[in-house]
T-cell receptor, first 110, second 114 residues
Framework: RKEVEQDPGPFNVPEGATVAFNCTYSNSASQSFFWYRQDCRKEPKLLMSVYSSGNEDGRFTAQLNRASQYISLLIRDSKLSDSATYLCVAAPGSARQLTFGSGTQLTVLP | NAGVTQTPKFRILKIGQSMTLQCTQDMNHNYMYWYRQDPGMGLKLIYYSVGAGITDKGEVPNGYNVSRSTTEDFPLRLELAAPSQTSVYFC?????????????FGEGSWLTVV
């Protein structure tokens, strides 16, 4: 079983749609969680950290459910520029390394 | 702002050849990392370093070597290249451990072994 699992997609949604991605992690010791965004043939970039209380950044909302060991990312009012692969990332508390999911591909259609 | 700089961006190697991927960062970060990303897969950690003179293996270190003689530089050495090492390689850095700090990635090095 992979340590971090994501639905690979692809998710094809029209502009303006709301889309949600889920990610599950198997290491119960994981303490820190992140969503990274990776454009085609580019490097990953941090989109947002995920906090236990949930957090929001503009159109993006991230939530963490420790009991069920999953993380979610909600994108509202999708833009064409949101088209990318979204990587779910987990790290144990004393981590010197992160565990990346394989990514979920999103395409926002005009 | 240079950030993390990797060279070369593209390289084709023959089986059995060796090469070094260069990585330098100008953010005075203590932690540096090398990841590889195969098509449709997540990033796998090859090696990492928590400071000059200190390196440690990640998840997939076989076939690679690293050194960290300065804070800025973290080269990755491929010895006896094999087709299984065809991948995209990302160097990255962070101020301290990745659990609480943003990791900054270089633009990647596309390596093909034929």
């Amino acid at each position: 079983r992979k340590e971090v699992e994501q639905d690979p997609g692809p998710f094809n949604v029209p502009e303006g749609a709301t889309v949600a991605f889920n990610c599950t992690y198997s290491n119960s010791a994981s303490q820190s969680f992140f969503w990274y965004r990776q454009d085609c043939r580019k490097e990953p970039k941090l989109l947002m950290s995920v906090y236990s209380s949930g957090n929001e950044d503009g159109r993006f909302t991230a939530q963490l459910n420790r009991a069920s060991q999953y993380i979610s990312l909600l994108i509202r009012d999708s833009k064409l520029s949101d088209s990318a692969t979204y990587l779910c990332v987990a790290a144990p508390g004393s981590a010197r390394q992160l565990t990346f999911g394989s990514g979920t591909q999103l395409t926002v259609l005009p | 702002n240079a950030g993390v700089t990797q060279t070369p961006k593209f390289r084709i190697l023959k089986i059995g050849q060796s090469m070094t991927l260069q990585c330098t960062q100008d953010m005075n970060h203590n932690y540096m990392y090398w990841y590889r990303q195969d098509p449709g897969m997540g990033l796998k950690l090859i090696y990492y370093s928590v400071g000059a003179g200190i390196t440690d293996k990640g998840e997939v270190p076989n076939g690679y070597n690293v050194s960290r003689s300065t804070t800025e530089d973290f080269p990755l050495r491929l010895e006896l290249a094999a087709p299984s090492q065809t991948s995209v390689y990302f160097c990255a850095s962070s101020y301290s451990g990745p659990a609480g700090n943003t990791i900054y990635f270089g633009e990647g090095s596309w390596l093909t072994v034929v």
